[in-house]
């Protein structure tokens, strides 16, 4: 059975810090990766996806993801947080998707 | 293009009562997937129709169904509703469904007294 983890369930951070978002999967089939951002009061919005190739993946709103295969891996990352960023965020894998438990970020200015 | 559409947006229904959602993919997206989302399980994949048919199903019970029709729509019904069938039912549609996006609709945010 597929699974997704997300270490971090709620992360504080300030404005202009870096941000990383630990995304770990068990997948049997091809895998197909994504990340998406739920902003307060709005629907799930996709960041970014890896199907295959570049093992590194940019998003919308400068947030990039690393597929490591050997690690079942799929970190989101952003150089530089702003308070626009605070929003839940899933992982998930799969075509069904499997959604991660979310982690809750918090931007303060 | 629109995006997905969902109705009702809010419903409050009482157990043992049953209900039917709506959902209404972007135009040319042919599959239609529904997800439950609780705080206490998160987001939960239901079930998925491409052309009519359904295609994958998730761990639910039987009280849980689904179609789609000719022009893509599709319905999720709950029957005998409980309390704990109280969450946020996502739709969500791609062009063929395989290895593609799925885009999100907001939501029918179900409350069951």
């Known amino acids: 059975a597929q699974s997704v983890s997300q270490h971090n369930h709620h992360v504080i951070l300030s404005e202009a810090a870096s941000l990383e978002l630990g995304c770990n999967y068990s997948y049997g089939g091809t895998v197909n990766l994504f990340w998406y951002v739920q902003y307060p009061g709005q629907h799930l919005q996709l960041l970014l996806k890896?199907?295959?190739?570049?093992?590194l993946v940019k998003g919308i709103k400068g947030f990039e993801a690393e597929f490591i295969k050997s690690k079942f891996s799929f970190n989101l990352r952003k150089p530089s947080v702003q308070w626009s960023d605070t929003a839940e965020y899933f992982c998930a894998v799969g075509r069904a998707l499997t959604f991660g438990s979310g982690t809750r970020l918090q931007v303060q200015p | 293009k629109a995006g997905v559409t969902q109705t009702p947006r809010y419903l409050i229904k009482t157990r043992g009562q049953q209900v039917t959602l709506s959902c209404s993919p972007i135009s040319g997206h042919r599959s239609v997937s529904w997800y439950q989302q609780t705080p206490g399980q998160g987001l939960q994949f239901l079930f998925e129709y491409f052309s009519e048919t359904q295609r994958n199903k998730g761990n639910f019970p039987g009280r849980f169904s689904g179609r789609q029709f000719s022009n893509s729509r599709s319905e999720m019904n709950v029957s005998t509703l409980e309390l704990g069938d109280s969450a946020l039912y996502l739709c969500?549609?791609?062009?063929?469904?395989?290895?593609?996006?799925?885009?999100f609709g907001p939501g029918t945010r179900l409350l069951v007294l």
């Open positions: 890896y199907f295959s190739g570049d093992p």
């Open positions: 969500a549609s791609s062009p063929q469904g395989s290895r593609e996006t799925q885009y």
